[in-house]
C-alpha cells in the first residue's frame, strides 16, 4: 500500500509540475511570459506553449482583439465663438506591440484605456477650439475627426510608443449643456409660434377675401335672378293684359260684371270684415243693385 500510496503521490506531483509548465495561449490574446520580474517572450499565436515552473517564470494575457473606447466624461468644451457644448465620442484602437504596450502603458487594456481616453479628450478640445458649431454640425465633422484621430496617432508612436494602433475615431454626439439647449428651444419654440401666427394671419385673410367674393357673387347672381324673374314677370303680365283685352273687349258688359265679381270676391275674404258704404251712391255695388241685369245672358 505505501508504494502504491508513493506512486500515486508522485503522479500527483508530475501532473502538477506539467500543468504548471504548459499553458494555452487563445487566438483572442498575446501570451506574455515573465521572468523574474521581466519580460522573457510574446506568443502572438494560438496553441500550446512551455515554460519554467513558478517562480522561474509566469504568463500573463493581454487581449488583441479590436477595442471600443467610449467617452464617459460630459464636462463641456469651448468652440471657436465661446459656445459651451458637449460631445460624445468612440475609438476603436487595438494593442499591437504587447512589450512596449507593458513596458510604457501598463499591464492590461484597461490601462491603455484609461490614458487613451485622457489623450482624446484633449485633442477633441484642442480641435473643437479651433471650430465654430456649424462647422461641428456640417460636414467638417469628418476633417475634425480626421485631425484627432492624426494628434492621438503621433501622441501614441511619440518617443515611448505605446505598442497601440488606433483604428477609428468617431463623434456620435454634439450638444450644447443644458442651460444653452433650453435657451435654444426656448427660441426656437418663439419662432415656431411666430410663423404659425403668420400662417394664421394669412389664412384668414384669404378667408376673407374668399368669403367676400363669394357674397359679391351670390349678390350679382340673386340680382340677375330677380332681374330675370320680374323681366319674365312683366311679359306674362303684359301677355295676360292683352289677353285679357282682347278676350273682353269683345263683350264689354261681360267684363265689367267679370271684374266686379273678381273684385267682390277679393273684398270679401273673411266673415269678419266690415266695409261702411252708400250702396246706393257706391259704383262698386252697382251689379248687386242691378240684380246682375248688365250681365250678358248666358247662351244655351
Do not use: H
Not at 521572468?35 to 513558478?54: C, H, S, W
Not at 467638417?140 to 484627432?148: G, Q, Y
Request: glycine share 6%; hydrophobic share 40%; no cysteine.
Amino acid at each position: 500500500m505505501n508504494r502504491i500510496g508513493l506512486i500515486f503521490t508522485s503522479l500527483l506531483v508530475l501532473l502538477a509540475l506539467a500543468s504548471s509548465t504548459l499553458f494555452v495561449v487563445d487566438q483572442r490574446q498575446f501570451g506574455v511570459v515573465y521572468a523574474l520580474g521581466q519580460i522573457k517572450d510574446v506568443i502572438t499565436e494560438p496553441g500550446l506553449n512551455f515554460k519554467l515552473p513558478p517562480p522561474f517564470q509566469n504568463v500573463s494575457y493581454i487581449d488583441k482583439r479590436l477595442l471600443t473606447l467610449d467617452s464617459t466624461d460630459a464636462e463641456p468644451m469651448l468652440t471657436a465663438e465661446k459656445q459651451r457644448v458637449v460631445i460624445d465620442w468612440y475609438v476603436r484602437w487595438r494593442i499591437t506591440e504587447p512589450s512596449e504596450y507593458i513596458r510604457n502603458v501598463g499591464l492590461n487594456e484597461g490601462a491603455g484605456a484609461s490614458q487613451l481616453n485622457r489623450v482624446v479628450r484633449n485633442a477633441f478640445q484642442e480641435e473643437i477650439n479651433k471650430r465654430t458649431v456649424k462647422e461641428l454640425l456640417s460636414l467638417k465633422r469628418e476633417a475634425l475627426m480626421a485631425d484627432v484621430k492624426a494628434e492621438v496617432l503621433d501622441k501614441v508612436r511619440g518617443s515611448k510608443p505605446w505598442g497601440v494602433d488606433v483604428v477609428d475615431v468617431r463623434i456620435t454626439r454634439v450638444d450644447y449643456v443644458e442651460a444653452i439647449t433650453e435657451s435654444v428651444y426656448r427660441r426656437m419654440e418663439a419662432e415656431r409660434k411666430r410663423v404659425a401666427n403668420e400662417l394664421r394671419s394669412t389664412g384668414a385673410a384669404e378667408g376673407e377675401k374668399i368669403r367676400a367674393d363669394a357674397d359679391r357673387q351670390r349678390e350679382i347672381t340673386i340680382a340677375n335672378a330677380y332681374r330675370d324673374a320680374q323681366k319674365i314677370k312683366g311679359e306674362g303680365d303684359a301677355e295676360a293684359a292683352r289677353i285679357y283685352a282682347e278676350s273682353f273687349g269683345k263683350d264689354p258688359q261681360f267684363a265689367q260684371f267679370y271684374r266686379s265679381l273678381e273684385a267682390y270676391k277679393s273684398t270679401f275674404t273673411n266673415k269678419s270684415d266690415v266695409m261702411v258704404l252708400d250702396p246706393n251712391g257706391s259704383e262698386f255695388f252697382k251689379t248687386f243693385r242691378n240684380g246682375g241685369g248688365n250681365a250678358p245672358a248666358i247662351k244655351k
